[in-house]
């Protein structure tokens, strides 16, 4: 079965600071991979996410993904951080084989970025 | 535009008490439709999708069900809850690649 690890579950930075969250995955075949974001009292939404071509995808907000798939792995960073980017960061892969779009999460960073 | 709604937006049961959340989706027809759970300190696991009216698929073995009533309804339920059925859950929908979640009901199971 596929899983998902995301080995930072809180992360505490001082605005301006650089930020990478890991992201590991567990399937050998054709993936797509997501970022998802929860803000403070927010609905989960899309970060970034990835399918195909350039391994390095941009995001919202100046965050940026990259997938390097002998790794197996699709890492977020952000170059410098701001208060507003406190909050909860998911990955999420989607094997292609399933026949719809079928999600699988890590269990989520906290991060908490002080003024 | 579409929009997503889940209610309650929280709920303390008691064990062995029936449940029921809902969740609507406006602005869109035929949408691919979730139910997740988060627990405390775990990832979204999913619980249950649906590609259409009265299809459901159970991603894990439960004291839940889900139904759909409706294209745009879908409906979580339990006859009588576990403690272990407190939690964060979330719905969402699709109609391609990405996934869009609603506020998600805070379930506390006492």
């Known amino acids: 079965a596929q899983s998902v690890s995301q080995h930072n579950h809180h992360v505490i930075l001082s605005e301006a600071a650089s930020l990478e969250l890991g992201c590991n995955y567990s399937y050998g075949g054709t993936v797509n991979l997501f970022w998802y974001v929860q803000y403070p009292g927010q609905h989960l939404q899309l970060l970034l996410k990835y399918f195909s071509g350039d391994p390095l995808v941009k995001g919202i907000k100046g965050f940026e993904a990259e997938f390097i798939k002998s790794k197996f792995s699709f890492n977020l960073r952000k170059p410098s951080v701001q208060w507003s980017d406190t909050a909860e960061y998911f990955c999420a892969v989607n094997a292609e084989n399933t026949g719809f779009q079928k999600l699988v999460f890590g269990t989520g960073t906290r991060l908490l970025v002080s003024p | 535009s579409q929009t997503i709604h889940q209610w309650p937006a929280t709920l303390v049961q008691p064990v062995g008490s029936p449940l029921s959340l809902e969740c609507t989706v406006e602005?869109?027809?035929?949408?691919?439709l979730y139910w997740y759970r988060q627990a405390a300190g775990r990832g979204l696991q999913l619980l249950f999708y649906?590609?259409?009216?009265?299809?459901i698929s159970s991603e894990v073995p439960q004291n839940l069900s889900a139904s759909r009533p409706q294209d745009r309804q879908f409906i979580l339920s339990s006859k009588k809850l576990l403690l272990s059925d407190s939690g964060f859950y979330l719905c969402?929908?699709?109609?391609?690649?990405?996934?869009?979640f609603g506020p998600g009901t805070r379930l506390t199971v006492t």
């Open positions: 969402a929908w699709s109609q391609g690649t990405e996934q869009y």
């Open positions: 649906s590609v259409g009216i009265g299809q």
């Open positions: 602005g869109t027809s035929n949408p691919n």
